[in-house]
């Protein structure tokens, strides 16, 4: 079992910065792709930005050159650097994993860490 723990969040003002971390603890075998999502309350959830355990990364549109997704391997955690904030930013950002080997993937969540830019 994996459990994820996120930090971060908060409160800031439009055009401020923000960055979460999401750490892994547990029986860890293998931590491969790691991703942050966000939801806003009544809209399905999106991704925001992936990092492979290579380094390889791919990021929504709306935040492609303000947000920058990182990981720690020798920590387990990955990282969400959010600059240049919007409005429209805010929402409830939660980390996934992809944890395990090929014959046997889980994905796991953490509990999600609310975001809010005040314009």
């Known amino acids: 079992q994996v459990h994820l723990v996120e930090s971060g969040g908060g409160v800031v003002q439009a055009g401020g910065s923000l960055r979460l971390s999401c750490a892994a603890s547990?029986?860890?075998?293998?931590?491969?792709?790691m991703a942050w999502y966000r939801q806003v309350a009544g809209k399905e959830r999106e991704l925001v930005a992936r990092?492979?355990?290579?380094?390889?990364?791919n990021y929504a549109d709306s935040v492609q050159g303000r947000f920058t997704i990182s990981r720690d391997n020798d920590k387990n955690t990955v990282y969400l650097q959010m600059n240049s904030l919007k409005p429209e930013d805010t929402a409830v950002y939660s980390c996934?994993?992809?944890?395990?080997?090929?014959?046997?993937?889980?994905?796991?969540w953490g509990q999600g860490t609310q975001v809010t830019v005040s314009s």
């Open positions: 990092i492979t355990n290579g380094g390889s990364t």
């Open positions: 996934n994993v992809r944890h395990g080997y090929v014959w046997d993937l889980s994905d796991y």
């Open positions: 547990g029986t860890i075998f293998r931590l491969n792709a």
